[in-house]
């Protein structure tokens, strides 16, 4: 079948593999020991209080990856701008070729003809402009992100062997990480956690509320696969499956910018997430009998310094809400130690919370909590003592299932579903959040639904296809009003995951009337 894509979006593909950047940034460089200069829109800022420099921490990474976060987060935080000087030149002799001038310098791409040429005669129309433009730079981005692969995670030196391999000498074949669906956790795995993100399966829920159903075929997938093909290791082997979910709190506004699903209160988001884990536990247990159990972690979030608490299990693998490590405190306490003393205290604050903790599960904390040190550094170096958008600050809103590319924080509020009934929830949720972001300034909140799929199998694009098309109806639907108002914009997309195969545009609301197609 011919794969299509839609043509106007089309145009939004740059050439070459060049990292998105805001036009003029300059890039970082690191200088003689690691750290690296800022990116002109938010150089290292040392925080009060906090010290910016670790002996595990590492710099050099922490400069690498703000130089990427800035690049992508800059181009599309420089759309609000564009179309403030579009909207002052409207009525211009030569708005059409002033615009498209304008959008190729400041956002890298041009702008569709037809929302420019009636400009003279009506008001143009900004909210379909800004929606779009939205969509052409989430373009750009993945095409950057499956071509340059830029947060490539150096596995070798990190873990010693690579993170499978140090997984599996932790007695784990797999990790299956649910964090909540806010934007602000969007960066757990590359940046929180500092994890390959593609060695980690991650799915998040509004309030890491995870489907039991879903996780429970996913562990039958990773256990036939380690039968039939013996991956990531043969069915004998003496590993386990680890589920983890991450809540989230804020310490420095606790009561207001906590966890929206569970009204900011923290004690109710872990007892709830540990209360998920419990039952997904038993669910497996029951079904293939308690020789096939599972371990579990629970891991809250500070999303105002991305600092970690690790509830460390016991010795039978039981979690106790009120035992658990701060990555923060430990942070601060071995600050000025060498690296053996600062591994020393990490290992030792682990056993001491829970004396019995099995070794493999000790060893993986410990690595966490090591890792977390480098992104509590870069909060540190980069914003202050804590994130200055402690609240939502997303650009737009993802549902279906994909989204690989997302390792961001507070660029995408995710929905996980296959249907929009069975994640009214996540949905509502985010369309709360965007009616603060968006709606209430008069710009639309844009979707981008997508699913991938495993190409191998027969058929399954044409799904995904269905699937983008049944979603997309039930979300104009849903939400009626603000799409007949155009306050909500959505963009289809599909995307073959077996051949890591850049995404496929579909159609897109902006361009209704245009249908999709052309070569990729």
């Known amino acids: 079948m011919q794969r299509t894509h839609s043509r106007t979006l089309s145009r939004a593909r740059t050439t070459g593999t060049a990292p998105l950047r805001r036009p003029g940034a300059v890039g970082v460089g690191a200088g003689a020991n690691g750290a690296g200069a800022g990116t002109g829109v938010a150089g290292p800022r040392p925080a009060a209080g906090l010290a910016t420099r670790h002996v595990l921490a590492h710099a050099g990474e922490n400069a690498r990856l703000h130089d990427y976060e800035q690049g992508v987060k800059s181009a599309f935080d420089a759309i609000v701008p564009t179309l403030k000087r579009l909207s002052a030149l409207q009525h211009e002799a030569d708005f059409e070729a002033q615009a498209q001038a304008i959008a190729q310098r400041a956002l890298g791409f041009a702008l569709p003809q037809d929302l420019l040429e009636n400009a003279w005669v009506a008001q143009l129309d900004l909210r379909r402009l800004y929606a779009w433009c939205t969509f052409a730079t989430y373009r750009r981005f993945c095409d950057d992100f499956y071509t340059r692969d830029p947060l490539v995670v150096d596995d070798e030196t990190l873990f010693n062997g690579g993170f499978e391999g140090f997984l599996q000498t932790c007695g784990f074949h797999t990790l299956d990480l649910s964090p909540c669906a806010d934007g602000r956790l969007a960066h757990l795995v590359r940046y929180v956690l500092r994890l390959p993100h593609r060695a980690v399966r991650r799915k998040s829920y509004a309030g890491a509320l995870f489907d039991i159903e879903d996780s429970i075929q996913k562990w039958v ?162 914003q202050g003592e804590h994130y200055d958008d402690i609240g939502h600050a997303e650009r737009f809103i993802g549902a279906g299932v994909g989204f690989e590319e997302i390792q961001l924080r507070n660029l995408m509020y995710f929905a996980y579903l296959h249907t929009v009934e069975e994640a009214t929830v996540d949905l509502d949720v985010g369309l709360k959040i965007f009616t603060g972001l968006n709606v209430r300034r008069g710009l639309p909140t844009p979707v981008v639904v997508r699913f991938d799929y495993h190409g191998q199998v027969p058929g399954a694009r044409e799904r995904a296809v269905g699937h983008c098309r049944r979603v997309t109806e039930a979300l104009k639907t849903r939400y009626g009003e603000l799409f007949g108002r155009g306050l909500l914009h959505i963009l289809q997309v599909v995307r073959d995951c077996h051949a890591d195969a850049p995404i496929e545009m579909l159609a897109c609301t902006v361009n209704a009337e245009r249908p999709a197609g052309g070569e990729r």
Do not use: W
Not at 243 to 255: G, I, L, N
Not at 301 to 323: E, Q
Not at 356 to 367: P, S, T
């Open 221 to 382: 997938e990773v256990e036939m696969l380690r039968m039939r093909r013996g991956l990531p290791n043969t069915a004998d082997a003496p590993t386990r499956y680890l589920k983890a979910v991450v809540y989230h709190h804020s310490s420095v506004a606790p009561d207001q910018e906590g966890c929206a699903a569970h009204g900011s209160d923290t004690a109710q988001a872990a007892a709830a997430g540990l209360e998920r884990l419990r039952g997904f536990q038993q669910a497996i247990e029951n079904s293939f009998c308690c020789g096939a159990s599972i371990d579990l972690l629970l891991i809250g979030l500070d999303t105002a310094t991305d600092a970690i608490r690790v509830h460390v299990p016991d010795a039978d693998g039981a979690i106790d809400l009120g035992r658990a490590v701060e990555a923060l405190a430990l942070y601060r306490r071995t600050a000025r130690l060498d690296a053996s003393g600062a591994l020393r205290e990490v290992q030792e604050a682990v056993r001491h919370t829970s004396p019995g903790v099995a070794a493999g599960m000790a060893r993986l904390i410990e690595r966490l909590i090591v890792n977390n040190f480098s992104q509590i550094a870069y909060v540190g170096t980069y």
